[in-house]
């Protein structure tokens, strides 16, 4: 069995149901590696200049524009450079990369090379967490085949721009998806975020310029190539162009994958899209980018699935991870399932990550239990304040944010278990 | 020696693909992983002097990763998902059941040394929860009877 067709489709999902598009033979049959050669034919200049009229947002989590990313990369170099491709998805409630991985593979291969093209890349690191066996085979046979066309490693293209894909596998950890943590994990370290820009001019792999895009992000290039700036930004929003893969879960009729523009109201995606909640339900929340961001209440459901509109609600895209949640839903044990998660994937390195989410999960799980008292809730609070804007890297705000973010939208739940001594949710999903 | 001239050999065909001989860590370690189970103290030992680096160094980078383990482990190795997602659709009663079912707790492996039960992180199949991933490969829209016959005809 497996989870392996989309149920909206748009430009980066067409024909992802069907088998023969992961091989070479069959994407070239429906017009794949013309960017690509369109490419190579282009300047650098010219595709970076592309990509940034196109206001293409990576899609990795942080939004950033991709463009201004590429222009970190120093001018002048003195030898090698890397692109890294991030397929280490591991956002509870997110699994966009890992659809393009096994059903498009070789539109992730093209998406390399023009990035690699645009950044002057001569080899890319292809990192796939180590979970995800049956990507990495999928990759690993359009990679001998892409060699075995020439589009890779020394053939066709070659005069104009050799270049090869080296994959590593992952070995289980979350925050080895964070792009300094992958850096260090894929040179055979422990997967700990580095401190921010210890060198001068960006990322570095293996002590060369390098950067890091996601899968999504790559796999847009090959359609902004081929189709222009006016056609990509005919999708979505001003400031958010283009469709990305929404992955629904949770409470709903019909989970999976959603391919839209951005700018798609939650709500519609949710009841129209995923066909809303089952048995007659009512919604209570929705988590809108992955497990680590922060959550929005029944009453906020309407608003755009773009970052300009969900960072006036204190949300983010993030992954596009979709978590639903019907009006059973008992918030503590969210927050006990949330803590646990950042207690486990904490790196360690900060003491007030390592601590703070040991505390936090401690404090939930006592008032999940019903034994926490008001102070608890207070010194939860505490806690999540103490851990923003301080750490490393990013997991230690967003451990911060998703419990707030309960807090603030669902503090009545949690009044409820200490008034009760208990959890009032009997029909709440077990822990 | 513990480890074969054929993993040496294709440690050395892995560490050609990177600038530095240490990026091949990571696939020597699955490697290994997947030919013995686990990482032993001697595996350790040898792999440190193929790296040039000290067993402890090694031991830091096992220690680090989820599905490297320096303790044998059973024959199969079962993980139910019990992520926000999952856990939403069944996925904690579900291994509850299955904890009774083999008598185990997660974490554990059966006396038999057939098979560990664990839980895993968010495997990437959130729609089609609750999941499992059994060795390599995943098991999705499950319910008691189809996790317990998948468990029960391993090997
Ligand atoms: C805690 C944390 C988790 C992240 N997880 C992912 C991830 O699963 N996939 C991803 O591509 N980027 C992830 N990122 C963002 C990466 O650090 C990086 O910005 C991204 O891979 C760059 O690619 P993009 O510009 O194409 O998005 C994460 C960041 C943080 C702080
Ligand atoms: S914030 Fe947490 S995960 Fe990030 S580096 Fe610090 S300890 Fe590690
Ligand atoms: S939460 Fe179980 S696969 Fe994502």
């Not at chain 1, 196109?54 to 950033?64: E, P």
């Not at chain 1, 992000?217 to 999708?235: A, K, M, N, Q, Y």
């Not at chain 1, 040991?358 to 304040?385: F, M, N, P, S």
């Not at chain 2, 294709?10 to 990571?26: K, Q, V």
């Amino acid at each position: 069995m497996t989870l392996s067709i989309p149920n909206t489709t748009g430009y980066l999902t067409e024909h992802c149901g069907d088998d023969a598009f992961a091989t070479l033979k069959g994407y070239t049959a429906r017009g794949g590696y013309s960017a690509a050669r369109k490419a190579l034919r282009s300047k650098p200049a010219e595709l970076l200049e592309l990509v940034e009229r196109s206001g293409l947002q990576s899609r990795g989590g942080m939004g950033l524009p991709t463009g201004a990313k590429w222009r970190c990369m120093p001018s002048e170099r003195d030898g090698p450079s890397y692109l890294v491709c991030n397929a280490g998805e591991s956002e509870p409630g997110s699994f966009k990369d890992r659809l393009l991985l096994e059903r498009a593979p070789h539109k992730l291969i093209e998406g390399i090379l023009i990035a690699a093209k645009a950044t002057g890349a001569e080899k890319t690191f292809l990192y796939i967490r180590g979970e995800y066996f049956r990507a990495a085979r999928a990759m690993e046979r359009a990679i001998e085949e892409a060699r075995s066309a020439g589009y890779l490693g020394k053939g066709r293209l070659r005069r104009r721009f050799a270049h090869d894909i080296v994959i590593t596998r992952g070995a289980g950890a979350y925050i080895c998806s964070e792009e300094t943590a992958l850096l260090e994990s894929l040179e055979g370290k422990r997967g700990e975020p580095r401190n921010r820009l210890p060198l001068p001019g960006g990322l570095h792999a293996f002590g060369r310029p390098t950067t890091v895009n996601d899968v999504e992000t790559l796999c847009h290039l090959p359609h902004i190539v081929e189709h222009g700036v006016d056609w990509f930004r005919s999708f979505g929003t001003e400031q958010s162009p283009g469709t990305t893969l929404f992955g629904v879960s949770g409470h709903v009729v019909q989970p999976g994958l959603y391919e839209l523009p951005l700018g798609t109201p939650l709500d519609e995606i949710v009841f129209e899209y995923a066909r809303g909640i089952p048995h007659g339900r009512r919604v209570k929340g929705v988590i809108p980018g992955g497990l680590s961001m922060a959550i929005l209440p029944a009453g906020q459901l309407n608003v755009p699935m773009a970052n300009e509109s969900l960072r006036e609600r204190k949300a983010m895209l993030g992954a596009g991870g979709l978590i639903v949640m019907d009006e059973t839903t008992c918030m503590v044990r969210v927050a006990c399932i949330i803590s646990g998660f950042f207690r486990h994937e904490s790196c360690g390195r900060c003491t007030q990550c390592r601590e703070g989410a040991g505390w936090l999960h401690k404090l939930v799980q006592r008032l999940e239990r019903g034994t926490g008292t008001r102070k608890d809730i207070a010194i939860l609070e505490d806690v999540a304040r103490k851990m923003e804007g301080q750490a490393i890297c990013g997991f230690a705000d967003s451990a911060a944010w998703s419990i707030q973010g309960l807090l603030r939208h669902f503090r009545d739940d949690f009044d409820a278990h200490v008034r009760q001594r208990q959890c009032p949710f009997a029909g709440s999903f077990e822990l | 020696m513990i480890l074969g001239d054929a993993i040496r050999a294709e440690i050395d065909e892995l560490a050609t693909r990177y600038p530095e001989r240490r990026g091949a860590l990571l696939p020597a370690l699955h490697l290994v992983e997947r030919e013995h189970g686990h990482i032993s103290p001697d595996a350790t030992r040898e792999l440190a002097d193929l790296f040039g680096l000290r067993p402890n160094e090694v031991l830091a980078v096992v220690s680090f990763y989820e599905m490297f383990g320096t303790e044998p482990r059973g024959r199969h190795r079962a993980g139910v998902c019990t992520n926000l997602p999952c856990s939403l659709r069944g996925a904690r009663t579900l291994l509850a059941q299955l904890e009774l079912h083999l008598g185990v707790r997660a974490g554990e492996t059966t006396d038999d040394g057939r098979l560990t039960l664990g839980r895993e992180e968010c495997l990437g199949a959130c729609a089609a929860a609750p999941m499992m991933r059994v060795d390599e490969v995943d098991h999705e829209h499950l319910d008691f009877e189809k996790a317990s016959a998948i468990l029960d005809g391993l090997e």
